[in-house]
């Protein structure tokens, strides 16, 4: 399978069932989800990093086919001077269905196969070209939601744990992404409400991604720690000696 397919466009837990969505307006629950993730948020209100372990299940609807895998991810968001949402640095470990790894310093994007003993070098400039897979999309532009993304309640509109559940289609065409649901922690929602507080926790529980040929993938996080500090040097990667290097360009990152 696709490296980037397990990732997908692109992240996730038990809580008492109560206060359900119906209790909640669907402005509260977006607004808990997108303010930790915007350049205008003061810094200790935001989430500047994240730590979890994560799985993930994967749907190909044309083979009947289905893949599970877990692994670990940190993610680093970097500041820009004048945008309304920070970049997105992240590591994402695989230990199964294989071992791999998908690294970005939000420049550049590295696919590391040590199986295959190859690591895919792209910018992501190249990445992220139409017909390329964008390992992105569900981090990047976590604060632009709704500028990007037609929202609803979706059905249902909670999870047993209580927590709420988004349906989000694009406001444009796009190949990767025919609807998304976000699964919102509950939680997030009650301190946003009751103490205009956000940033103590990951808003996000999980997140499942529908392509237009009607694939899905899963991903939840779990032992998720958040603004614990993470080196930058994280998000660099270093290629092993003796790996091969393909460098695509002008086709994707190369998958």
């Known amino acids: ?44 209100a935001t989430v500047r990093d994240f730590r979890a372990d994560f799985s993930q299940l994967s749907r190909l609807v044309s083979l009947e086919r289905e893949q599970r895998g877990h692994g670990r991810v940190e993610v680093r968001f970097q500041q820009q001077s004048g945008a309304r949402v920070p970049l997105a640095q992240f590591r994402w470990k695989y230990d199964q269905p294989n071992n791999q790894e998908i690294v970005s310093d939000a420049e550049t994007l590295w696919v590391y196969m040590p199986e295959n003993n190859q690591v895919i070098q ?36 909670h999870d047993q744990a209580g927590n709420y559940v988004l349906r989000m289609r694009p406001r444009r065409a796009s190949s990767l992404i025919h609807e998304m649901q976000i699964v919102v922690d509950r939680t997030a929602v009650d301190d946003l409400a009751s103490n205009n507080v956000t940033g103590r926790r990951l808003p996000i529980v999980s997140s499942m991604v529908t392509d237009p040929n009607g694939n899905t993938t899963l991903i939840e996080f779990s032992r998720t720690r958040v603004n614990r500090g993470i080196d930058e040097k994280t998000f660099r990667f270093v290629i092993p000696p003796g790996v091969d290097v393909v460098r695509p360009t002008g086709q994707g990152p190369g998958f």
């Open 122 to 157: 792209s910018t992501l400039a190249v990445a992220r070209e139409p017909q390329g897979e964008d390992p992105m999309a569900f981090l990047t532009g976590l604060g632009n939601l709704s500028r990007d993304f037609s929202i609803d309640w979706a059905d249902p509109n």
């Open 1 to 44: 399978m696709k490296p980037v397919l397990l990732l997908a466009a692109a992240l996730l837990l038990v809580f008492p069932t109560f206060g359900l969505a119906e209790d909640v307006g669907l402005n509260d629950v977006v607004e808990a989800l997108e303010r930790p993730f915007r350049a205008a948020t003061p810094s200790a």
